[in-house]
């Protein structure tokens, strides 16, 4: 996590509310921009209630701006995977009731300026809740992560974000050793599933705070 200067921080904030704005036109129910990672805090703990079970996939963005022990301050039952107390066993159960939770909260590998956010999963949980899901969904988003077309958006999705993830689950893929994705083939590929999602799906109540600093990978 870290701030971005003035200027970048202005520029930021230009390009981080016309974003918002196409993103209510595509469908979002709300989108706000926030310039640090302490407002983006409060503007979640604003729009999740107290008490509601909440679902949190593998995502280092959620972690990285406290919103893990907020919900626990807001007595919300909180269904994550990356629980240390977790068996192999009860791995599929997780997963399962972190998708069927009251709200999915995530962040995105990668957003385009004209709204569309794209995803890689090697499971498939993520990319499924994100798509579709019985619960509300909310994407919290760096600017870092905004490219300006859906090529950069792919490429910043396989070349960066997934990379540095490789890195941080200790994977021994090619990018581990390269920094940038070569389309391999080994066993521990995580690179399974691509969502790119164009518009919000027909059902679904989803909100978006993206944030003027650099959150995640
Ligand atoms: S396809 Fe392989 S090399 Fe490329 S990012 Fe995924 S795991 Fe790394």
């Not at 300026?113 to 890689?120: A, L, R």
């Not at 994705?181 to 521990?188: G, I, W, Y």
Request: aromatic share 6%.
């Amino acid at each position: 996590m870290g701030s971005f200067d003035a200027p970048m921080q202005a520029a930021n904030g230009a390009l981080g509310r016309k974003i918002t704005e196409t993103l209510v036109a595509n469908g979002y129910k709300t989108a706000q921009y926030v310039d640090t990672a302490g407002e983006a805090l409060f503007a979640a703990a604003s729009l999740i209630p107290d008490g509601v079970s909440v679902g949190v996939p593998g995502t280092v963005t959620i972690r990285d701006i406290g919103l893990m022990e907020k919900l626990s301050e807001k007595k919300c039952r909180i269904f994550h995977h990356w629980d240390p107390k977790l068996t192999p066993k009860g791995r599929p159960k997780r997963l399962h009731d972190e998708n069927a939770a009251d709200w999915f909260v995530t962040s995105s590998n990668a957003l385009t300026v004209d709204g569309k956010m794209v995803n890689i999963d090697g499971t498939g949980n993520r990319v499924a809740a994100m798509a579709w899901g019985v619960g509300k969904v909310l994407f919290i988003i760096g600017m870092n992560k905004v490219e300006r077309d859906l090529d950069r958006a792919l490429a910043r999705a396989r070349n960066t974000a997934t990379p540095a993830n490789t890195i941080r689950v200790g994977m021994t893929t090619p990018c581990v050793k390269l920094g940038y994705c070569v389309d391999c083939n080994a066993p521990e590929r995580s690179c399974r599933a691509i969502l790119i999602l164009e518009r919000v799906p027909f059902g679904r109540e989803a909100h978006v705070i993206l944030v003027g600093e650099n959150l995640g990978y």
